[in-house]
Nanobody, 125 residues
Framework: QVQLVESGGRLVQAGGSLRLSCAAS????????MGWFRQAPGKEREFVAA????????YYAESLKGRFTISRDNAKKTVYLDMNSLKLEDTGVYSC??????????????????WGQGTQVTVSS
């Protein structure tokens, strides 16, 4: 199994920036890629970004491209999500997940095998 622990979520003002972290442990050799998803209150979970461990291929939700950046530190087995120019609608629980396959399938939640507990991001006006 792969254990995932997110951190970095907090209350931030609109226009501000935030970095989320996701530390992976356990059987990380089975993890090919990592993704970030978010869920706002009363809304469905949506894909944010994904990255492969080895080559570093990245995938973004079109609506977030340019404001959000995903990166990874292979030595630390940690994935980051840098969020800039935050908007009220970015509020939600952000969760990271581990997948054993890659490609465009990473945009789908069902592709992922393991999930973290999530970290709350609240953007205020």
């Amino acid at each position: 199994q792969v254990q995932l622990v997110e951190s970095g979520g907090r209350l931030v003002q609109a226009g501000g920036s935030l970095r989320l972290s996701c530390a992976a442990s356990g059987r990380t050799s089975s993890s090919y890629a990592m993704g970030w998803f978010r869920q706002a209150p009363g809304k469905e979970r949506e894909f944010v970004a994904a990255i492969s461990w080895s080559v570093g291929f990245t995938y973004y939700a079109e609506s977030l491209k340019g404001r959000f950046t995903i990166s990874r530190d292979n030595a630390k087995k940690t994935v980051y999500l840098d969020m800039n120019s935050l908007k009220l609608e970015d509020t939600g629980v952000y969760s990271c997940a581990s997948a054993s396959q890659g490609g465009e399938w990473l945009r789908l939640g069902r592709t992922y095998d393991y999930w973290g507990q999530g970290t709350q991001v609240t953007v205020s006006s």
